[in-house]
């Protein structure tokens, strides 16, 4: 046996195929490995390119968007073919005017007033936690600011008028006071990054049933702590406080919207809260941005840039190519604007007119009211007449 020639080996049909599979499948592997390692240099680019604008590193002075860095360059701009979408932020600084503190103005802001609340720190009247724990404060200050005591101011209404000229693509607005609402805006114009009272939830995750706006208001000004009619938890209106998630309108909105900009133009906000300030660095390199600010804000350090936490607005540098600030009351700061466009009696007609009105309206369900209560005063009186006679 050990001098006798190997038996033949039996080969497998299947052997061939296998080889042909193993074969393809290293090609294929190879393919792969090429395409990401192309795709590894594309992101090495990408990174590149990034540190470097970021960083000033290696770039020229950019060419400016507008003819002049000035709010009469923004005009002219506004004026021309090439700007025919406007995205408006809005904050806190447009309302004050109307009544409406801000946040964090020394001395007169909301944060500034709190201490009748007796609260751990000011910022907590706005946390989800604080408010399951302890919601009478944050009532007792709605009460104070609830929609429906306060008019438009001239900022609301420049809005208006710029839907009205076919230019508003969207206002995202930090207010919660439905002002937008009120000067004209419809729901489809806005997008209310920090939610709404128009409607309210139970705040218990296996509930949620909703409840509507006169249904909170009367809660509100009852002095009492809403609580839900099906589980008896705490029931909050749809503002998004501290440690809530936006509304996904304002993610879904913000990737279409970023996309067909021409102009943003930034008004009454201090751009500290995240994620809403970071919506000024979504601008595309090539679109203008206005601030119409008591104070020059959203300017950030390359570094903070880079994390992602900056709004990176540039006036005053020398590489200043796009960023104009207007630094003064809002109102004003519209009303230059609207002077420089020819709009500025068209927008002070508007205020006058709108305000009347809405004092008309007070003033006939003020009207309403006091004689609804009448008849009932004059029924018990009827009633209180033979008990007097007797």
Not at 215 to 240: A, G, Q, R, Y
Not at 254 to 267: E, G, N, P, T
Not at 305 to 331: I, N, P, Q
Not at 346 to 356: N, S
């Amino acid at each position: 046996l050990c001098g006798s020639r190997p038996a033949p080996r039996m080969e497998d049909p299947n052997l061939k195929q296998k080889e042909r599979e193993k074969s393809a499948d290293s090609q294929v592997s190879g393919s792969g490995e090429e395409d990401s390692g192309a795709a590894g240099e594309s992101e090495m680019e990408f990174m590149r390119n990034l540190l470097a604008r970021t960083l000033g590193l290696g770039s020229e002075k950019p060419e400016k968007v507008l003819d002049e860095l000035t709010l009469e360059g923004v005009a002219r701009f506004m004026q021309s073919d090439k700007c025919k979408n406007v995205v408006c932020m809005v904050g806190a600084g447009i309302s004050t005017s109307a009544g409406i503190p801000d946040f964090r103005t020394p001395g007169t802001g909301l944060y500034a007033n709190l201490q009748k609340y007796d609260l751990p720190y000011p910022e907590a009247i706005f946390e989800i936690n604080y408010f399951k724990s302890n919601p009478a404060p944050f009532f007792t200050l709605a009460r104070e600011l609830y929609p429906g005591q306060f008019k438009p101011t001239v900022c609301h209404y420049f809005l208006r008028i710029l839907k009205e000229k076919g230019l508003l693509l969207r206002c995202y607005t930090q207010n919660i006071d439905t002002l937008e609402r009120v000067a004209g805006l419809q729901q489809d114009d806005l997008v209310e990054a920090h939610g709404t009272f128009f409607t309210s939830h139970c705040v218990s995750t296996f509930c949620r049933k909703e409840y509507t706006l006169p249904w909170m208001k009367e809660k509100i000004f009852s002095d009492l702590i809403p609580k839900c009619e099906k589980c008896s938890s705490v029931v909050k209106p749809d503002i998004v406080l501290f440690g809530e998630s936006l509304p996904a309108r304002f993610f879904s909105c913000v990737k279409s919207d970023f996309q067909k900009i021409d102009l943003l133009i930034v008004m009454g906000t201090s751009l500290q809260v995240q994620p809403f300030a970071s919506l000024v660095g979504k601008v595309p390199s090539n679109v203008p941005r206005l601030l119409i600010n008591k104070e020059k804000t959203g300017e950030s350090g390359s570094f903070m840039m880079l994390l992602g936490f900056g709004c990176g607005m540039d006036f005053d540098s020398e590489k200043a190519y796009r960023d104009v600030a207007w630094v003064g009351d809002c109102d004003n700061g519209c009303l230059a604007l609207a002077d420089l466009l020819g709009w500025k009696k068209e927008l002070e007609d508007l205020v006058k007119k709108e305000h009347a009105r809405i004092d008309a309206k007070s003033a006939a369900e003020a009207a309403g009211s006091s004689s609804g209560a009448q008849p009932t005063l004059q029924a018990k009186e009827k009633k209180k007449s033979p008990a007097e006679e007797n």
